[in-house]
């Protein structure tokens, strides 16, 4: 049977020609420790970083403007500048009991055009003093200006697990007028959503799905979602204190509308039965042509690579590409060459051409992949995995255009608001605030603004404020700072109860942080 597909697949590669070189956009460089592997030439070359970690033992990614420039830089969860200067930790670990990263960073931006804000996203380890343990996924919003972290949270988390789970993100999905991500979580049971819906100023930008529970609770090294979204796979390891398997690679299927899977394949890769072959990492290949072919490359420790075809729903067969026995504990990730690249993290990387197997060694220099010490450490005879910054498979990088600086400072600024919204405090999705209930109070503690749980002075506003009739806003403690032009809104009627503020050591200001000389609307009050 091995034979027969082999031989189909053989047939397929000689019917079907693609230029994917033209069809796949990645990240233009991948940046690492203190190095980047840079492929906006036609030979890839390694440059130095700025930004070092020394012990780094998570992960590493990053964003770039349209121009190749680095924006920000992440070694494990610390965010850098440009110039390398550690701006702020994404993550903090509030006992004496060190916390663990997992192996993936997904680094994407909010909107799809006129971008400021990035999600950041990662898995975290949790030990507590107490000797508990959470599993939980992790988001930060990073507005490249700065940069800045603009808001800090939980995605969903599993408690008393010790888990090496895995998240994949989708590229822009739009549905019902929103325009979002969709990321999906595997633990090894279920996750407690902190909302399954994540919204940045009023608008849904991400859909998180935790419906696919790692029924053979093994940890997995790298988990991938293809373009499409309907083919998700993991590369784990199949040996545990309490259930070795055989079975080294699990692949979901999805329909249409990406709920429960409709088809699970779980395969046993190399020699059959054997329960200590391992797997570092997984690509899921869209074939550009043919979307419900997809390619599933798995990476052996020890440098086999393998390559499961998946058609509709349907396993079509597993082989080994015998020809890329090149030695490589990494993940595995699509470059912007259109090529599948791993390291063993010497001076050499290895592309894989998706559609033949076809594969080239480059010698590129020392590039200082990470690795991950979270499974290395997980048990005796757990392999080492080198990380690779994680993307969003076969997405035009290209075309995720980057906000004006003089927009970015603002959101850079501004004050994000929650969700849901504050009783008595509705919000309209061009930033303005609108106070309708009788006796709405902000304190430095208390508001409608997200802080990160912290208390804050300063508020500043997208839009205008305003206060309906027979509405009354108390301020405490807070300094408003309103945009060019824009107004504190408040009105009256004769017969009746007109608006209220009441202001307590508080200012009302303007916004111009940004640019000088700039003024804001002021008080309108209107009415009969």
Known sequence: MKNFN???????????????????????KWPLNGKEIDFTGTNITVNNLN????????????????????FFHIIDTKLYSPDGTMVGDLYIDNDNTPDEMGAEIIVVPVEPSNNCLYYVIYPIQQHNDDNTHVWKVCYNLVCWYGPTIIESGVLCSEENSMTHGGIAISDFVNHNGDTFHILQVVGKGPLTHFGQYHYVNGEMRLLVRTI?????????????????????????????????EAKNLRIWCFDDNLGSPQVIHDIDLGVPGLITEQFTGVEVYQHPDYPNRKNVFCSRVGGTKYISIIDGNSLIGSFALTSTNFVSNSQLELDRHGYLASTC??????????????????????HNAVRNDFIYNSHNLAPLVYTLPDQVDQADYSAYTIGTEFDCCEVSHLSAIKTPNMPGVSHASNGDIIITGSSVSWTQASNPFTSGGQPITDIYLKGELKINQGAKLKINGLTLHFKEGEILDMSYNASGVGSRLELRNSK??????????VLWGGVSCSGN
Do not use: W
């Not at 082999?6 to 233009?28: D, E, G, H």
């Open 6 to 28: 082999k031989l189909f697949f053989i047939v397929v590669i000689m019917i079907i020609t693609t230029n994917i070189i033209a069809q796949s956009i990645q990240m233009p």
């Open 51 to 70: 930004s070092y970690l020394s012990g780094a033992c998570g992960a590493t990614n990053g964003y770039y403007d349209e121009s190749d420039n680095l």
């Open 212 to 244: 696919l529970p790692n029924a053979h609770h093994f940890d997995f090294c790298e988990l991938d979602m293809s373009k499409d979204g309907k083919v998700l796979a993991a590369a784990h390891m199949n040996i545990n204190q309490f259930n070795p």
């Open 345 to 366: 993290n010497d001076n050499r990387l290895q592309e894989i051409n998706p559609i033949s197997g076809v594969y080239e060694v480059h010698t590129i220099g020392q």
């Open 508 to 517: 009302l200001t303007v916004f111009d942080d940004c640019a000088g000389d």
